[in-house]
């Protein structure tokens, strides 16, 4: 068959829209990920991120000092780059350049490929207070005559302790739950250190006096969720997520009888949870809350001001110091927070967040209160005066931490564990174009109503206790006891 003029002319003409609408698409929506980038893509991104720095983080805007100085460092890579880069390399020097920020929110995640390559240790890592165990992702030793770690690849783990501890934020350097995180990402560790990469390592298992090595296969990211075994485990740990099922659980523990008749104690362990829980605060509002303490202000926000910044997005749940009683507006002036002599025009005005009142009585209607037998009147006697334990460490973050921080002196609830990552304020997330790198850092700072910093401080616990301690068979008695020594009964003269 023979084609026209104007046939042939339609059909070249429709090839050059097509070729026109590709280019568009892969100019519009360069959404490829791309594992090795050339020197113009590596720089535009380093480049964003320093520019995304200076417009939304609140901890650059409190230290511009500190900006300064990461800025030169950045250029001086920029200046030094050459030939192919990869992703991972820049999401590592991302990571280790963010880190002085001091910002506990800093973290960079490297793309997920279609063919993700292992990259970390198969154990867990406990500390002890003396040395480091290795325990298996159902938490039981992995070698239950030489429990203790001394050596990966040949090298120290206090060499890898120093390792992981440039990633991490000051506050978080001297935490043994943020160095276990950092060592068992073994394959950025070794590009730091300068060892060659393998899907194999060498652990080094001890008993103090004697020693064997094993073998280890490395593993993909998603395999490395723990599955914490529950034998032993004196502490009810509450999944991300809480469901009428999980609230049942609770109130059985609590208006279980204990055999001695005495008040029960209930360990909870809120580590897990990162996003608002209403029905949990609704049941511990109602079995614990201190009045008194409700009608007070939890915190105070100030955030980073950018070009379209806005209250209502960034920090929905504060409210303006205005929209306070005039005594309680007085108050928190003479602790510094006067929106009229603002040290610096780069935050917003202060906000405050309440304690938002739950309707506890929905709880009950909901049958969260379960039935009891014939001793049900001591047994709800018994909760009514339960002491309650929330468990926190420096994976405590975002609701974990308000959690920790609405409770904290309630006069049954005391806070365990260790010291939580002072990750409280709203968040800023970026996605690189070239690299496909995430990048998040905080974009407000969180202070408690008396002035105190709490974001990159965070909660001391009232009892200080090592993860080991909750596997322990007398964790409750060894609870007491710290707590009785705190708060000891005063004597009765004769």
């Known amino acids: 068959m023979t084609l026209s003029y104007k046939g042939i002319l339609g059909i070249f003409s429709l090839l ?21 980038l050339n020197v113009r893509q590596y720089q535009q991104d380093m480049k964003l991120v320093l520019d995304k720095l200076a417009q939304h983080s609140a901890f650059a805007a409190n230290n511009p000092q500190r900006l300064h100085e990461i800025t030169l460092e950045a250029n001086s890579l920029i200046q030094r780059s050459i030939g192919i880069i990869q992703s991972a390399q820049l999401a590592q020097q991302l990571q280790r350049l963010l880190s002085q920020l001091d910002d506990p929110a800093v973290q960079v995640f490297a793309p997920r490929l279609n063919t993700p390559t292992a990259g970390k240790l198969p154990i867990n890592l406990v500390f002890d207070q003396r040395y480091w165990q290795a325990l298996n992702l159902r938490g039981k030793p992995v070698d239950a005559q030489y429990p203790y770690l001394s050596h990966i690849d040949g090298l120290p783990i206090a060499h890898w302790i120093l390792a992981s501890q440039r990633y991490l934020p000051s506050s978080l350097k001297q935490s043994r739950v943020a160095q276990a995180n950092g060592i068992i990402q073994i394959a950025r560790l070794r590009r730091e250190i300068g060892l060659r ?24 990211a998603k395999e490395a969720e723990p599955i914490e075994s529950t034998q032993h485990r004196v502490d009810f740990r509450l999944p991300p997520q809480i469901d009428t099922e999980t609230l049942q659980q609770l109130s059985l523990q609590l208006a279980t009888q204990p055999e001695s008749h005495s008040p029960s104690q ?5 580590r897990a949870i990162k996003q608002p829980q209403d029905l949990l605060m609704a049941w511990l509002t109602k079995h ?15 955030y980073k001001r950018f070009a379209n910044a806005r209250a209502d997005r960034i920090a929905s749940q504060y409210t303006p110091m205005s929209q306070l009683s005039f005594f309680e507006q007085t108050e928190l ?10 040290p610096s025009e780069a935050f917003s005005d202060y906000l405050v967040r309440r304690f938002q009142a739950f309707d506890t009585e929905s709880i009950t209607e909901l049958g969260f209160i379960p039935k009891v037998d014939s001793n049900s009147e001591i047994a709800l006697g018994l909760a009514k005066s339960a002491q309650l334990f929330l468990r926190v460490d420096s994976s405590c973050e975002q609701e974990c931490e308000w959690i ?3 409770t904290q002196h309630w006069p049954r609830v005391s806070l365990i564990g260790a010291t939580t990552r002072g990750d409280l304020g709203p968040r800023y997330r970026i996605t690189l174009p070239n690299s496909g790198v995430q990048v998040q850092f905080s974009s407000g700072l969180v202070y408690r109503p008396n002035g105190q910093l709490l974001s990159g401080a965070g909660l001391t616990p009232d009892i200080a206790l090592n993860q080991l301690a909750f596997y322990k068979i007398n964790a409750i008695e060894l609870i007491g006891e710290k707590l009785l020594a705190q708060h000891p009964v005063p004597s009765v003269s004769p």
């Open 404 to 406: 920790a921080l609405a």
């Open 288 to 302: 614990f809350s201190d009045n008194k303490q409700q009608q007070k202000p939890l915190a105070v926000l100030q």
């Open 266 to 270: 209930l360990i909870i362990d809120i």
């Open 333 to 342: 002036k003479i602790r510094g927070f006067d929106n009229e002599l603002k």
């Open 16 to 36: 050059i829209c097509i070729s026109a609408g590709l280019l568009s698409y892969q100019s519009f929506f360069p959404n490829q990920i791309k594992t090795e």
């Open 197 to 220: 990469h393998s899907n194999e390592t060498i652990v080094t298992l001890t008993d103090g006096e004697l020693s064997v090595q094993r073998a280890l296969t490395l593993i993909q």
